[in-house]
């Protein structure tokens, strides 16, 4: 594959979307232009947002298939619960991934109804055709790789980069990384050519591939690249991600990731009705979900 340094970064703006209590989400995966970064397959960049006291992030139980969430937890805590019984609160700078395989459910709640900010983004990875079924899984990660390269903090999420390994564990080559500038920086760093990627700017501003982005802008960037030029000229803070373009699309109905109509019109049945599949999660203070009618959906890409 030939390649090359020069990028030409295509801008997709993210939807503003409300979770509850008014609070807003920049959704920047799935995207009409791009549904897809690698098998990431959904990105939201939650806050920074300050909630006052009794107020906070409550989403209730749900039911994930197909997919692992990934959570990055920059400021704030929230507290995790699932069907597998796990019980974990995340803190700045810790990493939480649950693997859904064929059902699980979970709640996420803020930790302290005391108020605070909070700011997190969490992503979901398409789990590849032969292990779309596995079994359920929780692994929560207080320690990732940190380090300082060209004047930039740096934490490896998920992959390998700049000689660095992190320890969690995906089922498709994949890589994410959140940068911190204090200032006026610039680097060029290397890529893999053969994957594509996407860097949200989630503070602050920065120039990628020679382009000023903000936070709200997601900026993807195609396969073939050996290298990508950052600089900031003040303090920011975004994320990268990357992985191996997937063959076909995933199909996303609510929480599900599948490959056909079918799986997800068997997991909203299974759900509704209260199936073992996903087990049940105790302690959270929020309601149950309750899936959105299927009746009359044609989910797009069905194969
Ligand atoms: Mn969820």
Excluded at 35 to 49: E, S, V
Excluded at 99 to 119: K, L, Q, Y
Excluded at 165 to 172: D, K
Aim: aromatic fraction near 6%; proline fraction near 7%.
């Amino acid at each position: 594959m030939p390649t090359t340094n020069q990028a030409q970064p295509q801008r997709l703006a993210a939807r503003i979307t409300q979770l509850n209590e008014g609070f807003g989400i920049a959704r920047a995966l799935p995207h009409l232009q791009r549904h897809t970064i690698g098998a990431w397959c959904f990105m939201d960049h939650l806050g920074p947002a300050d909630f006052a006291a009794g107020q906070g992030l409550h989403v209730g139980p749900h039911p994930h298939i197909g997919l692992q969430t990934f959570t990055w937890m920059m400021e704030g805590e929230i507290t995790h619960r699932d069907s597998l019984g796990f019980v974990q609160v995340i803190r700045p700078g810790e990493v939480n991934l649950m693997t859904a395989g064929h059902g699980i459910s979970h709640a996420e709640d803020s930790t302290s109804e005391a108020g605070g900010r909070v700011h997190a983004v969490q992503l979901w990875i398409a789990l590849p055709d032969a292990v779309h079924d596995m079994a359920p899984a929780f692994v929560h990660h207080a320690k990732l790789p940190v380090f300082k390269h060209d004047g930039l903090d740096i934490t490896l999420l998920v992959g390998d980069a700049l000689g660095a390994t992190s320890p969690v564990q995906v089922h498709s080559p994949l890589l994410a990384m959140d940068f911190i500038s204090h200032g006026p920086t610039q680097t060029e760093l290397p890529l893999q050519p053969d994957h594509e990627h996407g860097v949200m700017v989630l503070e602050g501003q920065a120039d990628i591939a020679g382009e000023t982005f903000s936070p709200g802008i997601l900026c993807y960037l195609p396969t073939g690249l050996s290298s990508l030029s950052l600089r900031t000229t003040q303090a920011a803070r975004w994320m990268l991600i990357g992985g191996q373009p997937v063959d076909q699309s995933p199909l996303l109905w609510w929480n599900f990731v599948a490959r056909t109509q079918g799986e997800i019109e068997t997991a909203t049945q299974d759900w509704t009705a209260q199936s073992p599949r996903f087990g049940e999660v105790h302690g959270s203070p929020s309601a149950r979900l309750k899936a959105p009618s299927m009746q009359g959906v044609r989910i797009k890409g069905d194969r």
